[in-house]
């Protein structure tokens, strides 16, 4: 492969996925990715993308027993590092995995430079490279920034070493470089990231998807779902008596996604949901300007933002659901207030309440910022109102306000946001999980 030809939405192979060494979500997604390859019996082309993390999500080092010695990160994203290490064990355990946290952010550039070198002697070679670096790595066993150590990798699993230090310090560190701002140039900001036909798709979640689309697009086109949980380590698998409890902010169109979903589930198993409102920032936009001049981490923001906003469209579209006004900035507060009014005097109606403000909203046919329209749908669906406009303006703020506080303790941060037996799941993608924790049977995927 060399850096004139290459083309990072262009492959030979029906299917492109980058991947980093240091990523667990990138860990996590190794072997169902493989699992498509065998099942379909496809070519899949491997890249490694070498992700810049301290410009996107801060930089820390802890010491060997974890405790914190250094920290350039803010609250929120000390709540997103932390989430996601609970998240990976979670998944990585019911496949009995290893997945220990990192004392450092690591340079993982050689490690893809052995990527590079496996790659050219053969999938069998590259895959029992990616097997052996991804398992000790995660397990803290291996020093992906020493260039003799990946280079015994290589000899390990067989293949030929011979000049691998030379092309790491040269010809393999200027491919990989060439390759990284080829990437990044392209839009492409995480991993894992695949790349079907030209479409990006950023996340193992969207594997149901890609499945999909290599066979054929036969039928309809599946939502966003983590692997289904057959055949895992049962002993976190015991059946949750709940309940469930859903974090949503009606200005979220990911959250609006997630409520048909969460409602079929419900409906399915029987369980109800709480409700629960939680409003999250208004998003900042990254979208002025050329941006041939901002720094990595202002483009990677931006990068993120674009992609989050199409992928909400290509799911929307493919339920038929309207989005409109993505980017209003809207002040949700009041609608929230409305939940907690109809969760206190009219609590089985929550659901269709919930259900009509996201629906309407998201066709522009309600304005959730005035009360007299908040009212009206509330007269609509037989919740009481008197007394509403009283609570909306004295303790519905400090309701609103106590139940935000509560839901950040919980170690919320964003919405949709599941909360069962007291474990966070952000994001519907973990309904299969959920499912099966619900009903002890796995859930369709």
């Not at 491997?46 to 802890?62: E, H, K, N, Q, V």
């Not at 002025?288 to 923001?301: E, I, K, L, M």
């Amino acid at each position: 492969m060399s850096p004139v030809a290459f083309d990072p939405l262009v492959s030979s192979a029906p299917l492109i996925v980058y991947v980093d060494y240091k990523s667990p979500y990138a860990y996590l997604a190794k072997d169902p990715t493989y699992a498509i390859e065998d099942e379909l019996g496809i070519e899949v082309d491997w890249r490694p993308l070498t992700l810049d993390i301290p410009s996107y999500l801060g930089s820390a080092r802890l010491d060997e027993q974890g405790r914190l010695v250094e920290s350039q990160r803010s609250e929120r994203q000390w709540s997103v590092v932390r989430y996601s290490y609970r998240d990976v064990r979670r998944y990585g355990s019911r496949r009995g995995l290893v997945v220990r946290g990192t004392t450092k952010i690591w340079n993982s550039s050689l490690a893809a430079i052995g990527m590079l070198w496996a790659k050219e002697q053969g999938p069998t070679v590259l895959r029992k490279y990616s097997g052996l670096v991804y398992e000790r790595f995660w397990r803290r066993d291996l020093d992906i920034e020493d260039v003799a150590v990946v280079q015994g990798v290589l000899r390990e699993i067989g293949a030929k070493t011979a000049g691998f230090q030379p092309y790491a310090a040269s010809q393999g560190r200027a491919l990989h470089d060439d390759m990284q701002r080829a990437v990044f140039g392209t839009g492409i900001f995480g991993v894992p990231t695949y790349i079907v036909g030209g479409e990006i798709f950023f996340g193992r979640e969207h594997l149901p998807r890609i499945r999909w689309m290599l066979n054929g697009r036969a039928g309809a086109a599946p939502d966003i779902a983590y692997e289904p949980q057959t055949g895992q380590n049962t002993t976190t698998s015991l059946r949750a008596e709940g309940p469930l409890s859903v974090a949503i902010d009606f200005k979220s169109a990911n959250a609006y996604l997630a409520i048909g979903p969460t409602c079929a589930l419900a409906e399915e198993l029987g369980v109800g949901v709480d409700w629960q409102p939680f409003l999250v920032s208004p998003s900042k936009s990254h979208r002025h300007g050329s941006g041939s001049n901002d720094d990595r981490g202002a483009r990677h923001r931006r990068f993120r933002a674009d992609y989050i906003d199409h992928d909400v469209m290509r799911y929307a579209a493919d339920r038929g659901l309207v989005i409109r006004g993505l980017h209003r900035q809207t002040d949700s507060s009041l609608a929230a207030m409305g939940l907690l009014w109809i969760r206190r005097e009219r609590a089985p109606l929550a659901q269709v309440y919930v259900q009509r403000v996201f629906e309407r909203y998201w066709r522009e046919e309600l304005n959730i910022e005035d009360e007299s329209a908040i009212c009206a749908l509330l007269v609509e669906i037989d919740a009481p109102v008197a007394g509403f406009a009283a609570f909306a303006r004295e303790k519905g703020r400090a309701e609103l306000e106590r139940a935000r506080s509560e839901l950040i303790n919980a170690g919320i941060f964003e919405v949709p946001t599941y909360l069962l037996n007291g474990e966070v799941y952000v994001g519907r993608q973990h309904l299969p999980l959920i499912h099966t924790l619900l009903s002890g049977s796995p859930g369709p995927a």
